[in-house]
């Protein structure tokens, strides 16, 4: 079993930029993935982009988004730029033995973008 | 990109009813490459079935995903209370060049 905490909530102003962490313990080391996913009402679920050995961003994403992992401590990060009201969210990391779906979840980081 | 389809939007039935869900896809799947998720209000979605029919670990034997190709189902045999959630697809199935992973719009069974 695999374990991810993500940091606590956040609210931003329009114009500013996030950054999620999400600490995974149990897990097996360098050949899983991390990917990140949100959900809004309007939305649903939006993927956003994964770290396997690179950062690959989903296309809508590809110029807001960056997504890295430190290996060493177990960690995953989501960076999203230029933040608007449509990116208030809940924003969840996700763990994948299998690369393409997401056998565990975080217990998700809820962003509100507000001025 | 990939657009998944769900139906229907909302599923109304009582404990001890069977669930039949749809997720029709706008392109053919490779390998079958469907993942199923279920979320309960306030919680993270949990990993269900995988390529199409697998189940994944602890998941009680009354769910199970059939299809291929652009037409999917998750069947759950005899709903049990805590089976009352939203449930979503999720495709896996063609390149990265065509689409991004993406989900289905999601379809709530609720309590009759």
């Known amino acids: 079993q695999v374990q991810l905490v993500q940091s606590g909530p956040e609210v931003k102003q329009p114009g500013s930029s996030l950054k999620v962490s999400c600490k995974a313990s149990?897990?097996?080391?360098?050949?899983?993935?991390y990917h990140w996913v949100r959900q809004t009402p309007g939305q649903g679920l939006e993927y956003l982009g994964r770290?396997?050995?690179?950062?690959v961003s989903a296309p809508k994403f590809q110029d807001r988004v960056t997504v890295t992992a430190d290996r060493s401590t177990n960690t995953a990060y989501l960076e999203l730029r230029s933040l608007t009201s449509d990116d208030t969210a809940v924003y969840y990391c996700?763990?994948?033995?299998?690369?393409?779906?997401?056998?565990?979840w975080g217990q998700g980081t809820l962003v509100t973008v507000s001025s | 990109e990939v657009v998944l389809t769900q139906s229907p939007a909302v599923l109304s039935l009582s404990p001890g009813e069977r669930a039949t869900l749809s997720c029709r896809a706008s392109?053919?799947?490779?390998?079958?490459?469907l993942a199923w998720y279920q979320q309960i209000p306030g919680q993270a979605p949990r990993l269900l079935i995988y390529?199409?029919?697998s189940r994944a670990t602890d998941i009680p034997d009354r769910f199970s995903g059939s299809g291929s190709g652009t037409d999917f189902s998750l069947t759950i045999s005899r709903l049990e209370p805590e089976d009352f959630a939203v449930y979503y697809c999720?495709?896996?199935?063609?390149?990265?060049?065509?689409?991004?992973?993406?989900f289905g719009g999601g379809t709530k069974i609720e309590i009759k």
């Open positions: 392109h053919t799947l490779a390998k079958n490459a």
């Open positions: 149990g897990s097996s080391g360098s050949g899983s993935t």
């Open positions: 770290f396997i050995n690179v950062p």
């Open positions: 996700t763990y994948s033995v299998h690369l393409w779906f997401f056998d565990f």
């Open positions: 390529d199409g029919s």
């Open positions: 999720q495709q896996y199935g063609v390149p990265w060049a065509v689409s991004p992973l993406t």
